[in-house]
C-alpha cells in the first residue's frame, strides 16, 4: 500500500521533488533573489524541469499551482525569528490540502526538540488523515534542539529515518550523511520506506552538489527532494537536466557544470 500511494511520485523506484516551502521557514532576505521570490518561476521550473513533484505552502499552492507536476502540500510550518528547541504546528488542514489538487501530505518533524512529542502526536493524526483519502504522509524529519550537536552523523541521521517509519510515514525527507556508506545505514533503518535525500542549502559547486546526490543514490535512496540548490543555480533547468541524469538515467557525475545560463526555465 505504501508504494501506491507514493506512486504518483516514484518513475522506476526513483524521484525528483521541487521543494519550495523556504519562504515561512527562512524568511524572503535568506534564500530568494528578484527571479526565484517569484512562485510563478519555480512552478514553471517544476514542470520545464521535468520534476516529480513539486513542494508548496498553502498559500503558495492557492495562487500559483498550476498543475503539470504533482503537488504535495506542507501541512506545518513555522518562522526562523523564534529561537529555542524548534516546534512546527499544523497549519492546513489534509481536507483543504486535497482541495488545492496535493497528492501528498508533508509535515516536517523537528527529532530531538523538547517538543518533540507534540509534533509526533500532530503527525500521527495527520498520517491517518492523510491514509484515509489514499494520499502518502511524506515526514520532513530533522534533528535539532539543544541536545543535537552534529545533524549529519550516521547514529542522528538513521534515527531520523527510522523515527519517520516508526511513526507511519511513507517516506521521509533527511540529511545526507556525507557519503554512501554511512548513509545506507540511514536507507537500511527506513526498512523499506523511500528515502528522500534534503537538498539542504547552495552547495559550493555544482559537482559538489551531484556528488552528493550521486552517493545518495548509491546508498539506496528513493531520490531528492531539492530547493535551493536548483531554483537558486545559475541554470536551473541545466540543473534539473543533470539531477534527472543521476537520478532517473542513473548516470555517475562526471565533470561540474560549466556554461552559465539564463535564469528563465
Known amino acids: 500500500m505504501k508504494q501506491e500511494r507514493m506512486s504518483a511520485f516514484v518513475k522506476d523506484g526513483r524521484s525528483m521533488l521541487l521543494a519550495y516551502d523556504q519562504g515561512l521557514e527562512h524568511g ?56 529555542g528547541d524548534p516546534i512546527s504546528r499544523q497549519v492546513c488542514s489534509v481536507e483543504y490540502a486535497v482541495s488545492l489538487g496535493a497528492k501528498g501530505i508533508g509535515y516536517t518533524i523537528y527529532l530531538g526538540s523538547e517538543h518533540e512529542a507534540e509534533m509526533f502526536a500532530e503527525f500521527g493524526l495527520i498520517q491517518e488523515q492523510a491514509h484515509e483519502r489514499g494520499l502518502p504522509a511524506i515526514a520532513w524529519v530533522y534533528p535539532r534542539g539543544a541536545a543535537i550537536t552534529n545533524d549529519t552523523t550516521k547514529e542522528v541521521v538513521s534515527y531520523a529515518a527510522r523515527s519517520a517509519l516508526e511513526l507511519g510515514a511513507d517516506a521521509a525527507k533527511i540529511k545526507y550523511t556525507g557519503d554512501p556508506v554511512s548513509f545506507s545505514w540511514a536507507v537500511k533503518a527506513g526498512a523499506g520506506m523511500k528515502v528522500f535525500m534534503s537538498g539542504g542549502p547552495k552547495a559550493p559547486t555544482d559537482e559538489a552538489f551531484l556528488k552528493q546526490v550521486q552517493g545518495a543514490m548509491d546508498a539506496g535512496a528513493t531520490g531528492l527532494a531539492v530547493g535551493r540548490n536548483a531554483w537558486q543555480n545559475a541554470d536551473p533547468l541545466q540543473m534539473a537536466a543533470e539531477l534527472r541524469k543521476v537520478i532517473h538515467e542513473r548516470l555517475k557525475v562526471e565533470k561540474p557544470l560549466s556554461t552559465p545560463g539564463s535564469q528563465t526555465p
Not at 33 to 40: C, L, M, W
Request: proline share 5%.
Open 28 to 83: 524572503p532576505s535568506t534564500d530568494f533573489n528578484d527571479t526565484n521570490i517569484d512562485p510563478s518561476f519555480v512552478m514553471e521550473l517544476a514542470v520545464k524541469g521535468r520534476f516529480d513533484g513539486v513542494i508548496f505552502q498553502k498559500g503558495v499552492a492557492e495562487r500559483f499551482y498550476t498543475g503539470g507536476v504533482p503537488l504535495i502540500v506542507k501541512v506545518n510550518g513555522k518562522s526562523a525569528l523564534v529561537k
